[in-house]
């Protein structure tokens, strides 16, 4: 019996698994100019707009503390392309248009 529920054929609650890596992300790291808003916000209020980003994934403030676990999660929630390796390396190179990316992401999926 355990056999039979442990690849979840016959849960009739069981979900389907979110498809990983299958797409790009819908803007480019450094595409802020398409955004001047969240540009701006990103490069002298990052901390407000980490909070914001980690608000939309209902996830607590003070997650902005971890922002490449934000990255981590938005891309394996919606499918996008990417290793936890890139979201921390890119994090500390680049974290203000990394995370002015995710904002533009969660805008462009309507969350």
Same mark, same amino acid.
């Given at each position: 019996? *355990?056999?039979?529920?442990?690849?979840? %054929? %016959?849960?009739?609650?069981?979900t389907?698994?979110?498809?990983?890596?299958?797409?790009?992300?819908?803007?480019p790291?450094?595409?802020?100019?398409?955004?001047?808003?969240?540009?701006?916000?990103?490069?002298?209020?990052?901390? /407000?707009?980490? /909070?914001?980003?980690a608000?939309?994934?209902?996830?607590?403030?003070?997650?902005?503390?971890?922002? *490449?676990?934000?990255?981590?999660?938005?891309?394996?929630?919606?499918?996008?392309?990417?290793?936890?390796?890139?979201?921390?390396?890119?994090? *500390?190179?680049?974290?203000?248009?990394?995370?002015?990316?995710?904002?533009?992401?969660?805008t462009a999926?309507?969350?």
């Amino acid at each position: 019996m *355990a056999d039979m529920d442990a690849n979840n %054929n %016959n849960n009739p609650n069981a979900t389907a698994p979110i498809p990983q890596n299958v797409r790009q992300w819908s803007s480019p790291v450094f595409g802020c100019l398409a955004d001047i808003k969240t540009c701006l916000c990103g490069m002298f209020f990052l901390p /407000c707009l980490e /909070c914001q980003v980690a608000s939309r994934l209902n996830e607590p403030c003070m997650s902005f503390c971890f922002p *490449a676990n934000l990255r981590t999660k938005l891309r394996t929630q919606y499918g996008i392309q990417g290793d936890v390796y890139s979201d921390g390396c890119g994090m *500390a190179c680049c974290g203000p248009f990394l995370v002015c990316q995710m904002d533009r992401e969660l805008t462009a999926l309507g969350v």
